[in-house]
T-cell receptor, first 115, second 115 residues
Framework: EAGVAQSPRYKIIEKRQSVAFWCNPI?????LYWYQQILGQGPKLLIQFQNNGVVDDSQLPKDRFSAERLKGVDSTLKIQPAKLEDSAVYLC?????????????FGSGTQLSVL | AQKITQTQPGMFVQEKEAVTLDCTYD???????LFWYKQPSSGEMIFLIY??????QNATEGRYSLNFQKARKSANLVISASQLGDSAMYFC????????????FGTGTRLQVFP
């Protein structure tokens, strides 16, 4: 079975520019997550979707970050404008229904460098 | 509020030896799940093992076992017969509740296996 696909793999931008990341979860997975992993830290949840509805976006900096999941499948995470502290790896993950005992399947991530 | 603590930034182990990676957690919920993930240098998070709060037996998956001590709120990962390919970051994670609750991660432990 195909895994979680993310693109691009790497992105370098200057501060105040905008950037977008794309994620295609495993087919049939209802729950999709975006995590931010700053160097030396564990992943931090930014937003969680159940189908195309938002379940949790409490840690998403909404003044600059936005995310959508059209038709409950692919998802896009956008940053506008980017700040230096946004440099991190952005991980997308999916799970079948979002049950508490379900493991998450992760993509390889997008490494963002903001200069 | 839920919290995961991993106190070992780095661990060394000789090939074929066993190693224990520590994880303690804090939660006021009675129902929760504990996970361990491996993150090699490629960046992808790989699921290793799961333990539910109501599971009476410690979880095992091949060379991985979880030493679950509920009263102490600890969920240590034991890797037996270490291999060079086990060198990676290891993250402990927890999810509270029954469904659609977020998975939070600790800061991770870097394991290095030497010949």
């Amino acid at each position: 079975e195909a895994g979680v696909a993310q693109s691009p793999r790497y992105k370098i931008i200057e501060k105040r520019q905008s950037v977008a990341f794309w994620c295609n979860p495993i087919s049939g997975h209802a729950t999709l997550y975006w995590y931010q992993q700053i160097l030396g830290q564990g992943p931090k949840l930014l937003i969680q979707f159940q189908n195309n509805g938002v379940v949790d976006d409490s840690q998403l900096p909404k003044d600059r970050f936005s995310a959508e999941r059209l038709k409950g499948v692919d998802s896009t995470l956008k940053i506008q404008p980017a700040k230096l502290e946004d440099s991190a790896v952005y991980l997308c993950a999916s799970s079948l229904v979002g049950a508490s005992n379900e493991k998450l399947f992760f993509g390889s991530g997008t490494q963002l460098s903001v200069l | 509020a839920q919290k995961i603590t991993q106190t070992q930034p780095g661990m060394f182990v000789q090939e074929k030896e066993a190693v224990t990676l520590d994880c303690t957690y804090d939660t006021s919920d009675q129902s929760y799940g504990l996970f361990w993930y491996k993150q090699p240098s490629s960046g992808e998070m790989i699921f290793l093992i799961y333990q539910g709060s109501y599971d009476e037996q410690n979880a095992t998956e091949g060379r991985y076992s979880l030493n679950f001590q509920k009263a102490r709120k600890s969920a240590n990962l034991v890797i037996s017969a270490s291999q060079l390919g086990d060198s990676a970051m290891y993250f402990c994670a927890m999810r509270e509740g029954y469904n659609t609750d977020k998975l939070i991660f600790g800061t991770g432990t870097r394991l290095q296996v030497f010949p």
